[in-house]
């Protein structure tokens, strides 16, 4: 049974035990940057105070502040610079595309891609990094900045429950754009049908790996465009474009098959081109099996 948030988004509970003790750790960073970010504070005449948190089993005695201690009767440590958290942002495409209705009993690939993109931001959450949020449609619709805490991830499911956005067709224009807002050094997981032409999207790749970010591309396509399951006269309505084309599916399933796929791979190529990880998703997939296999496979190769 899904588990139901405060904010009304769903969230597997299986999902979230498999994920459960995965670190999400950058492929790219330079060794040593994040070392023992959660259990100790570096101190010295090169380090900078940036805020106080609560103190956690693990947190180093000497790193309490005992003038916030008497203020307060409770246990507060100080966080330098050197002990900033990693940080993380979902870009989640919002566009029509994602809204296109699915098969009876699955979610739309907008529902699957808020519940992934929720499941990360868990993830995130436990390891006390922090999670932003970035939803793309028409334009860039909202930016929630990264930051810690259950109070954040909260927001960030209440947003997830019902992300704003319309239109498309320039996603990776967007994406693109949206360099300019991540910053470096950290996490980027893109969320999006990639069904536009992947070339905008390639660029906002490449800047985003020489800005040190390491990138996760997540397609999330609908079973019936993966499978084309049709077999009567049907009517295909373009989603963003409201263009029709009226046709017999049987005459229409092998070249827009062999299209799809050739489509799907030049994103695969763009994404092993810019050092970029990648999964494809539908809607038909056991997600639970899917992601965790991924999240394992990955945090293996960065032992390797």
């Keep these: ?42 101190f010295g005449a090169s380090t ?43 870009l989640l495409d919002t566009s029509d595309s994602m809204r296109v209705p699915p098969p009876a009993g699955l979610p739309s690939k907008l529902e699957l891609a808020c519940t992934v993109a929720g499941s990360i931001a868990m993830m995130v959450e436990t390891q006390q990094d922090g999670v932003g949020l970035m939803c793309l449609g028409t334009g860039i619709e ?67 790996r020489v800005r040190q970010q390491d990138v996760t591309v997540l397609q999330i396509l609908d079973r019936n465009e993966v499978e084309f399951p049709f077999d009567q006269m049907t009517e295909f309505r373009h989603p963003e474009s409201s263009r029709k084309v009226v046709g017999d599916p049987a005459a229409l399933r092998v070249k ?22 990648y999964l494809l998703i539908n809607n038909g997939d056991d997600l639970n099996k899917l992601l965790s296999l991924h999240f394992i496979r990955r945090l293996a190769r960065g032992k390797g």
């Design 142 to 208: 909202e930016h929630i900045p990264p930051r810690q805490g259950k109070n954040h991830l909260a927001l960030l499911y209440q947003h997830l429950s019902n992300p704003p956005g319309s239109g498309g067709g320039s996603f990776g224009d967007l994406a693109l754009e949206s360099t300019k807002r991540l910053g470096s050094r950290g996490m980027v997981f893109i969320l999006t049908d990639a069904l536009d032409e992947p070339e905008q999207l390639f660029s906002a790749l490449k800047i985003m």
């Design 1 to 42: 049974m899904p588990l139901q948030t405060a904010n009304s988004i769903n969230l597997d509970p299986a999902l979230l035990q498999r994920l459960k003790g995965i670190e999400l750790k950058s492929r790219f960073l330079v060794r040593g940057l994040y070392h023992n970010r959660h259990r100790t504070s570096d």
């Design 256 to 277: 827009y098959l062999e299209r799809l796929h050739l489509h799907i791979d030049k994103v695969e190529e763009y994404c092993q081109k810019a050092q970029a990880d």
């Design 48 to 90: 900078e105070f940036v805020e106080h948190r609560e103190y956690r089993r693990g947190d180093e005695f000497r790193s309490i502040d005992w003038r916030v201690f008497a203020r307060t009767d409770r246990f507060y440590v100080k966080v330098h610079e050197m002990e900033s958290n990693m940080r993380v942002n979902l």
